[in-house]
């Protein structure tokens, strides 16, 4: 550990949890807990787990006027997603994208009646901010909220752990984002999350951030889970890590995200294009991509890893893609991972080979997600 890593408000009670911490995104970070990674994983799936995620990054986006539609379209400039059509109360993935239709990052943005709420990945937080300052601020007022707390309740039991301490948590149906109080604390609460579950994701001031995780991680259903469960349980739902899956080398077509880009922001669209790197967008929607992320099952145990060359051959003579996460999956006891590869070798079933230690593994494409999804329609 270095003396500039930043800590979340949840750091004192993870340190007296047990907690193995790392560093990651510039913050001491809890990796995993006295249960370990495994039974992590498992108990999410499970039951319930809270993560800190605290390192992410929140932003508030009010319209000058006071007009929230008027904060969407303005937030469309940057992102081919629609927010205008949003309902309040409600919450819709995106990504911010550069001129060559790169992904700067992508993002959970909700429509909270008076103002969007934006939660950004950690390490893009300053970034994401600064652009979207400098692109909006004529028309918005962008106000960052860095200090704030997060955390993250996942499982299926995540409903029956939150309720008696939130009532209405139980009411909200999946991507539903709400104003309340759990604990006798002011919380944003969303239903949502990054593992393939039912859960939720929320935010309060620091200083309440404790009372918070402390009255959850008392119900019966819940442990505190760390980020080394939390990137197996992301990899077995398909979801994508920025950094490794996508970056400002891969466009939101490749990256097998066009389902995000909704009808009003498509070709015809009322709404067509008119952010970064719409012309390359719009033409790969039309056209086809060289090359597109899928999922991956290597047969054996062992799990091939980010950074993997993959071969349409056993000897290793013709390379058409790249493993960009990998990790063996406890909820499906076999290795899992998801790359990219040459549009020709992306169909389900297709056997491809990747390079493991200096072995050419077979490795099975396969649709994403690993497990079904636990989420309340």
């Given at each position: ?6 800590r ?10 047990g ?12 990796l995993?807990?006295p249960v ?12 319930a ?9 929140q932003?508030?986006i ?5 007009d ?7 937030l ?16 819709r ?10 992904i ?24 994401d ?5 400098a ?9 960052r ?5 997060l955390?993250a309740?996942?499982?299926p ?20 984002v709400?104003?309340t ?11 949502s ?6 859960g939720?994701e ?27 469960a939390?990137?197996?349980l ?10 490794n ?7 939101p ?9 909704q ?8 709404r067509?294009g ?10 790969q929607?039309r056209?086809g ?12 145990r ?11 051959d056993?000897e ?24 990219y590869?040459a ?6 079933d297709?056997v ?10 077979p ?6 997600p690993?497990?079904?999804?636990g989420?309340?329609?």
């Open positions: 550990m270095t003396d500039s890593l930043q979340t408000p949840l750091h004192a009670l993870n340190l007296e949890l907690a193995k911490m790392v560093p990651f995104a510039g913050y001491e970070m809890p995993q807990y370990g990674l495994m039974a992590e994983h498992l108990h999410t799936r499970s039951k787990g809270l993560f800190d995620v605290s390192h992410m990054g932003i508030r009010a319209a000058r006027n006071g929230v539609r008027d904060a969407a379209l303005a469309e400039s940057l992102i081919p997603a629609d927010y205008a059509g949003l309902a309040k109360g409600r919450q993935y995106g990504f911010l994208t550069n001129d060559a239709a790169g700067l990052d992508d993002l959970m943005v909700a429509n909270m009646g008076d103002d969007l709420f934006v939660v950004v990945n950690a390490s893009c937080k300053e970034q901010a600064a652009l979207i300052e692109a909006l601020s004529d028309r918005c007022v962008v106000t909220q860095f200090d704030l707390a955390m309740l996942q499982g039991q995540a409903q029956e752990a939150i309720a008696p301490l939130c009532p209405a948590a139980a009411e909200m149906r999946f991507m539903d709400i104003e109080e759990l604990a006798g604390v002011s919380v944003t609460l969303s239903r999350g990054y593992t393939g579950e039912d939720y929320i935010g309060c001031a620091a200083a309440d951030a404790e009372t918070v995780a402390r009255a959850l991680l008392a119900q019966p259903q819940v442990l505190p889970i760390g980020l080394g939390r990137d197996s992301r990899l077995e739902a398909g979801l994508c890590l920025y950094g899956d996508i970056d400002t080398t891969t466009t077509i490749e990256a097998s995200l066009a389902w995000a880009i009808k009003a922001r498509r070709e015809g669209g009322s067509e008119g952010y970064p790197g719409a012309e390359i967008v719009l033409r929607v056209e991509v060289s090359r597109k992320r899928v999922g991956l099952m290597a047969e054996g062992a799990p091939v890893r980010a950074g993997a060359k993959l071969f349409a056993a290793g003579q013709k390379e058409i893609g790249l493993v960009t996460s990998g990790a063996f999956g406890p909820t499906v006891q076999a290795p899992v991972a998801m790359g590869v549009t020709d070798y992306a169909d389900n297709t491809l080979f990747a390079e493991l230690r200096g072995k050419f593994v490795v099975h494409v396969r649709a994403m690993f497990v079904a999804p989420f309340k329609r």
